[in-house]
T-cell receptor, first 115, second 113 residues
Framework: DSGVTQTPKHLITATGQRVTLRCSPR?????VYWYQQSLDQGLQFLIQ???????AKGNILERFSAQQFPDLHSELNLSSLELGDSALYFC??????????????FGPGTRLTVL | AQSVTQLGSHVSVSEGALVLLRCNYS??????LFWYVQYPNQGLQLLLK??????LVKGINGFEAEFKKSETSFHLTKPSAHMSDAAEYFC???????????FGKGTMLLVSP
């Protein structure tokens, strides 16, 4: 158990819909990352937050958005869903968001299926 | 921009045999390098990382990796495979303290009795 929790574990929805994925970081971690894992694209970084502020952006679509709240939990919002958005979405957290000193701890993921 | 290439999407070994998973990186600056493992239906777990200093890095579960700048490689090895090592392994690179990780496509390690 990494200490990072993600809900829900599974999500099945239809094209065009909107969903929200939730992540609670490990206690004491200020930075949260979101990743998308799919068979064709592999593991792709989407976005990073540090203490409520966006720090880095990766291959995140405009239909996707995220935020980190004052209690440090984070939500990833996916809208106008397409079949290709079906994937495993991981949240990770680290203490201050530095690759050299921190370790990113990954949650168990949310499996999104778009029908 | 940095990138990672993992040679072989699948590697099969017998229990007790040497494990060698290959990773080559591309980076214009000295990189930070990582190996993560993903067991079925779980998130990724850090095995080991190289930031600075000793180029041979030891990780958990008996794995180690050596940073070879001249070969732009960071191959993962374990002297003797165990059935419990069967999982998917990801190599990742970061080019600065504040930069994010770029992952390779992953290598599935299969261990047969």
């Amino acid at each position: 158990d990494s200490g990072v929790t993600q809900t829900p574990k599974h999500l099945i929805t239809a094209t065009g819909q909107r969903v929200t994925l939730r992540c609670s970081p490990r206690s004491g971690d200020l930075s949260v990352y979101w990743y998308q894992q799919s068979l064709d694209q592999g593991l792709q970084f989407l976005i990073q937050y540090y203490n409520g502020e966006e720090r880095a952006k990766g291959n995140i679509l405009e239909r996707f958005s995220a935020q980190q709240f004052p209690d440090l939990h984070s939500e990833l919002n996916l809208s106008s869903l397409e079949l290709g958005d079906s994937a495993l979405y991981f949240c990770a957290s680290s203490v201050v968001g530095r690759a050299d000193t921190d370790t990113q701890y990954f949650g168990p993921g949310t499996r999104l299926t778009v029908l | 921009a940095q990138s990672v290439t993992q040679l072989g999407s699948h590697v099969s070994v017998s229990e007790g045999a040497l494990v060698l998973l290959r990773c080559n990186y591309s980076s214009s600056v000295p990189p930070y390098l990582f190996w993560y493992v993903q067991y079925p239906n779980q998130g990724l777990q850090l095995l080991l990382k190289y930031t600075t200093g000793a180029t041979l890095v030891k990780g958990i579960n008996g794995f180690e990796a050596e940073f070879k700048k001249s070969e732009t490689s960071f191959h993962l090895t374990k002297p003797s495979a165990h059935m419990s090592d069967a999982a998917e392994y990801f190599c990742a690179v970061s080019v600065s303290g504040y930069s994010t990780l770029t992952f390779g496509k992953g290598t599935m390690l299969l261990v047969s009795p």
